[in-house]
């Protein structure tokens, strides 16, 4: 089956009735290349699946079927050759959420929450929103072009203290496109233990790797020692584009872990988007072709990008290893203390600003757009950019 991935989508409309963060958040003559959802259609089976559900025409309150967790077992199965069991899974409204509550069911007011940047905003808010202690460790910049950002556990070692009680983590990394090596992993699984630290393993970008035959090993699939300290969230949102519907899932194989994080979400969290949860399973069930699909599609606008970043003096791009998310050095592009502002204001593009990740100076970009918008984009910033 083909799949059109060419093919722009209007995702402005003046009513509102159809919002998007993305496209209206600026005027209506930006080009938009930053919050992580992608301008393609939903794989095809999630959006029968939405039509018959809504045919129904009732939405009352619902559960999450034995039918999608037995699908989210066999894809972990399949895809990352861990068999996980159906009553882990704790499905939930987002992986942001998750963050705040594992951090309310797992430490005390003033406990250390420590974080590893640069890193998605949401992870360096948790700590100050919770009434915690806010940590962070640096990654190893790439010292190259042809080298990647790396984890320090050195950075990890001098910041941690006898506070620290949680570690976010982010496998694969956002917003460095970093998919880990089993070394780092498995240096980073030794100081947990260590410090006896719990973990929440952010693994939402995972089925997005761009190498091909590449194959995602979640952290507790690698060390199960660590299965007893670790929360891993998974969600059909970057995967499929389905981040406007608010499903994800908890995976924790500690029983009493288990109940600890599902007595924190009493009252905090609302019940399952009947919507969310269909489109869950029909993306899990029948979406890997349009994945595979997707996959090549990203390959391509990543090798576009690193072209065009050669041709830009002063920026700096490590490719990513996942996603549809680059993260750019432009410290020296001569843009000023701002880069992110200099290209909305002066080029029309929108992309989202280093300084919110822990690291000024860069800017984050989403090619998971068109060719035809990415192209457009990439132009407006030559007539800044370009030697």
Known sequence: MAFDFATPIERRHPNGGWASQK??????????????????????????????????????????????????????????????????????PGVVPALHLAALALTAPGDGVLTVTPIYPPFLAVAERTGRLPQQAALATPVSAD??????????????????????????????????????????????????????????????????????????A?????????ITLWAPSKTFNLAGLTTACAVIPDKSLRKRFAQATKGLLPDGNVLGLVAAEAAYRHGDPWRQALLGVLREHCATLKARVATWPGVEMSPPASTYLAWLDMRRAGLGESPQASLLEQAGVA???????????????????????LEAALARMDTLLAG
Not at 162 to 189: D, F, I, K, M, Y
Request: net charge negative; hydrophobic share 45%; with cysteine.
């Open 23 to 92: 496209w209206h958040r600026y005027a209506d003559d930006v080009l938009p290349l930053w919050v992580a959802d992608m301008d393609f259609h939903s794989p095809p089976a999630v959006i029968e699946a939405l039509h018959a559900r809504v045919s129904h025409g009732v939405y009352g309150y619902g559960e999450v079927p034995d039918t999608l967790t037995e699908t989210l077992c066999e894809w972990s199965a399949d895809h990352y050759l861990w068999p996980i069991q159906p009553e882990w899974q704790q499905w939930l």
């Open 351 to 373: 992309l989202s600003d280093g300084a919110a990740f822990g690291h000024p100076g860069f800017v984050r970009l989403n090619f998971g757009t068109t060719a035809s918008q």
């Open 222 to 230: 690698a060390f199960p020692a660590l299965a007893k300290r670790t």
């Open 147 to 220: 080298d990647s950002w790396r984890l320090d556990i050195g950075a990890l070692e001098a910041a941690v203290t006898p506070q620290t009680r949680l570690l976010l983590w982010c496998h694969p990394h956002n917003p460095t496109g970093r998919v880990w090596s089993h070394g780092e992993l498995a240096a980073l699984a030794a100081f947990v233990e260590r410090h006896d630290l719990w973990v929440v393993s952010d693994e939402l970008h995972c089925d997005l790797l761009l190498d091909e035959g590449a194959h995602h090993q979640p952290l507790v």
